[in-house]
């Protein structure tokens, strides 16, 4: 899953994809413990599209207070 492929898509859509591959994350690291994986690089990717929803999140949250923060600013003066 690429940056621009999550950013189209909707917040709540982004935090319930996030809990999807946490469970997914779960599940692979618990069957690596008992036995060898069929694809080891999944733990990898997995990792990984959970590091990018959550970094297009954060970029959303940073830029909803900077509006906030902007918006307060414009209305004091």
Do not use: H, K, Y
Request: hydrophobic share 40%; aromatic share 2%.
């Amino acid at each position: 899953m690429q940056a621009e492929e999550i950013r189209e898509l909707a917040e709540d859509e982004i935090r319930a994809r996030i809990a999807e591959l946490e469970e997914e994350r779960f599940r692979l690291r618990f069957r690596s413990a008992t036995q060898t994986l069929e694809d080891p690089l999944r733990l990898r990717t997995v990792r990984r599209d959970i590091a990018r929803l959550q970094t297009v999140l954060r970029e959303r949250e940073i830029t909803a207070a900077r509006e906030a923060g902007a918006g307060s600013a414009a209305a004091r003066t």
